[in-house]
């Protein structure tokens, strides 16, 4: 029997399966629980990753059917490359948070129960596999239900607070609304490609052969775009994210952010590109103004944000805009019939799937065991932690720097992609067009800028100065050798994305082949690895290698003058201004530091500040205390939720004087039904 990338990916899942079935039987050897379900969801992981890159390095595509679904309804399972890129993403992170779970799940040990927590971790794994490998719309949401519903339990884990049942059931409200549009979609599209009164057209396959009228596919693109924008966090449906993510357990928390949420952007592309096949440019310049929507209001509600997990949660709604507007330039330049600057696009926009993955599971990780240390999320409770925490702070500052796109790590090269698309695309034959392009070049410059002040302030305000907790700082220790492993290997993937991207794009070319006709690996590597020319070497080029090596060489040259000259350096006590009663309540802190900004941008936020002078004592010019507070919420609640909310309570309470515990009002309104039944059915 030859083995087949399909089938090991299918082990993968199996093996995810199987072992959440029987997690119940370790449930009395806790740390056994722990070492076991992590070691297997890594190798499952590491399954996937290597039926991931068979796949779309061999360009082979296979299948499976699977006689298990509903009565001739079998469910089909497809590992195209297009699946493989993504299996791949979501493998290779699943892997490094596998490794990493160890140590911080160990943390709950003698606190609380893991058993749930296990089977629904690999459920959730489990889950993101089977939408990737899904080949028919019945296999699909029976597996989109499995990653949310094992999500929902993820992040209801610790169900006693509050905050965590409220976010848990928005989280549920908003994918079950999108999970619904996307049943719509798929029913629009299978009704066209076999008839709405048969089934058979529910095979992707089905769909990949039909032709769609304008109408119709435009109904299904805005259904599919709107419950797939619904799950990755698109400005205006993002409010479940920073409720959800930042109160899950941290490593459930850097696979919701760093792959969850690309599932929905996989959907986006088999849709669009895969299952639709041609469309208007419109659709593309829709997607381009979300994207370009979600990365700026994203980037300025995280900077917003004291509460670190809640920060990197924002910043997945910038980070999902970035991935939009590559995406819709790939729409736009295939719309206008030019596959080379389409080509440019989609990659830059793949690319940054894989890099978002990366270093946000990298950040997220790193705030957990920030987390498991301090206990604290509140960055103005933290501060000084590279002095207890020096390999997390060194790891943390890698994915800062990755995210804020600056060379030589990888958001700078996905990033830096997205601009070449922008700013060699042509003129094009629409007055919209000619408007939105460089107006998006300028929001992207715009987004780029704010993401670097942010994690300056993240990684400042919790790494340097002086710690503000209230724990005393020698009950702070280092992460376990396990959890700093996970993060490891995650930097390690960072720098290796951002040195040598071209042997990233010849692997994944073959994509852009198959879904927008052009390939970019012949301009992109024109002049070898080291150099990444993405259309023409006289247009733009980059060479991640040379800046990472000049980089190293500064960097050692400057450590070798200061270290070796016995002397060199001096230390000396901090400048105080001449005020020698400095605290660390005097430091620059996270409120402090977005006060500008807060300044600039603040009519986009519903703001309130209180300054409370109290006790006083003698005149009021000098009160013994001052109080400051500040609240700052999302404007979208107040503009699109609540609204909807106020309607729906009071629809209810209007239908809700139906009920009168009275049969003979409940006899007459089944006497009435069946009268508009007789009526509509004669």
Known sequence: MNVLPVNVAAASVLLLLVFSLLAAILRRWQAVLVVVSFLTSALASLLAVAAGVWSVGANSTGRIVLPIGLPDLPFHLRLDPLAGFFLTVVGLLAFFVSLYSIGYVRGYLGRRSITSLVIFYCLFLAGMFMVVLADDALFFLVSWEIMAAASYFLVLFENERVENRRAAFLYMVVAHVGAIAILLAFGVLAGCAAGFGSFVGYTFDA?????????????????????????????????????AHPVAPSNVSALMSGVMLKTAIYG??????????????????????????????????????????????????????????GLGLA????????????????IAGLYHT???????????????????????????????????MPWTAALFLVGCVSISALPPLNGFVSEWLTFQAFLLSPSLPSQVMKLLIPLGAALLAL????????????????????????????????????MRLGMLLAALSCLGLGVMPTLFIEWMDILAEQLVGARLAATASEHGWMWLTPVSYERASYSGGIVFCGILVVVSAAYLLLHVKPGAIHRVPIWDCGFEKLTARMQYNATSFAMPIRRIFGYLFNIKEQAILAPQSGHKAFPVRIRYRLRIRDRVWGWIYKPIVEVSFWLSRKVGRLQQGRIQAYLIYSFVTILVLLVFMR
Not at 268 to 296: K, N
Not at 298 to 318: C, F, I, N, P, T
């Open 207 to 243: 769909m990949r052969q039909a032709t769609f009228p304008v109408p119709w596919a435009t109904a299904a693109f805005l259904l599919a775009f709107f419950g797939f924008a619904a799950k990755a966090g698109v400005v205006p449906l993002h409010v479940w994210l920073p409720e």
């Open 447 to 482: 987004t780029g800028a704010l993401a670097a002040a942010c994690f300056v302030k993240a990684f400042g305000v919790t790494f340097l100065g002086h710690w503000r907790g209230h724990r005393r700082p020698t009950e702070i220790r280092e992460a376990g050798w396990t």
């Open 331 to 346: 729409m736009i330049f295939t719309s206008f019939q030019l596959p080379l600057l389409a080509a440019l696009g989609l």
């Open 354 to 388: 894989m890099n978002h993955a990366l270093f946000k599971g990298l950040l997220f990780m790193g705030a957990g065991a920030v987390l498991h240390a301090t206990e604290e999320r509140n960055m103005e409770e933290m501060g000084g932690l590279i002095h207890r």
């Open 268 to 325: 986006i592309i088999r849709v669009t590109f895969d299952l639709i096949g041609t469309f208007p440019w419109w659709w593309g310049a829709l997607v381009l103004v979300f994207g370009l929507l979600s990365a700026v209001m994203g980037v300025l509600y995280a900077l917003m944000q004291h509460d670190l997990k809640r920060l990197l949660a924002y910043h997945s709604v910038e980070n999902i805009g970035i991935i939009l507007i």
